[in-house]
């Protein structure tokens, strides 16, 4: 594994790797949750990362305690980063998982420094905090708990259920700082979630979590992402999804397109032709300009989540809640008209 000499190259995601191989235990739990997964436990050097071009960015300072995902997202951006470890981007990004084992006490020291300026930090950017492996090594209560303790602003974005189990934490910190929570549910269909998402809970599990934290009186938000070309965007199954935001009680909905980055794409387009071969072909046009669909596609989706939040009694993310929106660095600033409402 390249674990060394990994620089803070924009082009590597934005996250240095700050630890070295003799900082590496790998471990393995014969538990079924956990059965096929490999932990690399290390001891980051530094946690608070910098995002590259911060100034197109919803936030500039982000904390990711995980690398890898046992959500098993298709089409997840952060695939390409395993690569960077020779780790591999597909199944081993979804089983092979790193975990900045020290993350909690080198926040805190970070935030006792005097450089540190109390900027907003963005969690889930990279990665799920809130992954499966959150259950075991239960970073986030000692993250949260610095934030806290230093009324510094933060801001959750999540697939997980398990971020209820923090929810005291979180009340705590909202009553000093501001606290952002979102969720993500880009589709209410099961089908596609099963194959699309197979890691990550079920999409109106997720809305109770909504639900849950807004009856708490945690404002929470839902990004509707990713909206999936031909299998989730029918204007029939964009009403029941946000339908199902509004019933949870969300305070925003933010429709945000499928991208598919290097690394996403290969792993996506491999999973298209073996669940869906006839759409290849649209993919392979849609998507014939890079990364991101066209932005009169976009466009277009964009309009009819609104029309439906507005229709069904919530209002889509404005500049004024941007900073409690976490987005993806790779995602903010790049797309075109359609996402301003990100920024």
């Not at 436990?41 to 990711?64: C, D, K, Y």
């Amino acid at each position: 594994m390249r674990w060394d000499h990994l620089s803070d190259d924009p082009a590597r995601g934005g996250e240095p790797v700050l630890f070295g191989t003799d900082a590496v235990t790998t471990r393995t739990f014969d538990t079924p949750e956990f059965r096929g997964m490999t932990f690399h436990e290390v001891r980051a050097r530094s946690i608070l990362n910098r995002v590259p071009g911060a100034s197109r960015m919803p936030f500039e300072w982000t904390v990711n305690p995980y690398r890898g995902c046992s959500h098993a997202c298709v089409y997840c951006f952060a695939r390409r980063t395993h690569s960077y470890l020779d780790l591999d981007t597909g199944l081993g990004f979804d089983s092979q998982i790193v975990v900045k084992t020290n993350a909690p006490e080198l926040l805190r020291r970070q935030l006792a420094s005097p450089r540190w300026q109390g900027a907003h930090i963005a969690m889930g950017t990279n990665v799920d905090c809130y992954q499966r492996a959150e259950g075991r090594y239960r970073l986030m209560p000692g993250i949260i708990a610095a934030l806290r303790d230093h009324a510094n602003p933060f801001s959750i974005l999540t697939k997980g259920t398990l971020i209820l189990r923090d929810l005291d934490l979180l009340r705590q910190a909202a009553e000093v700082t501001e606290v952002g929570i979102s969720v993500s549910v880009g589709f209410t269909d099961r089908e596609l979630w099963r194959t699309v998402e197979p890691g990550t809970p079920a999409p109106e599990r997720r809305l109770d979590v909504v639900r849950t934290l807004t009856g708490h009186g945690i404002g929470c938000g839902v990004l509707m992402a990713p909206v999936v070309p031909f299998l989730g965007d029918h204007p029939d199954q964009l009403r029941a999804t946000v339908r199902a935001i509004a019933a949870s009680g969300a305070t925003s909905v933010t429709p945000l397109v499928l991208h598919l980055r290097p690394g996403a794409r290969e792993w996506f387009m491999t999973w298209l032709a073996r669940h869906h071969p006839h759409l290849v072909r649209r993919y392979e046009r849609l998507y014939a300009e890079g990364a991101y669909a066209p932005k009169w596609y976009q466009r277009r989706i964009t309009r009819q989540v609104h029309e439906l939040a507005d229709e069904f009694g919530i209002g889509p993310a404005r500049r004024g809640a941007a900073r409690r929106i976490p987005v993806e660095p790779s995602e903010a600033g790049t797309t075109g008209p359609t996402q301003l409402t990100l920024l």
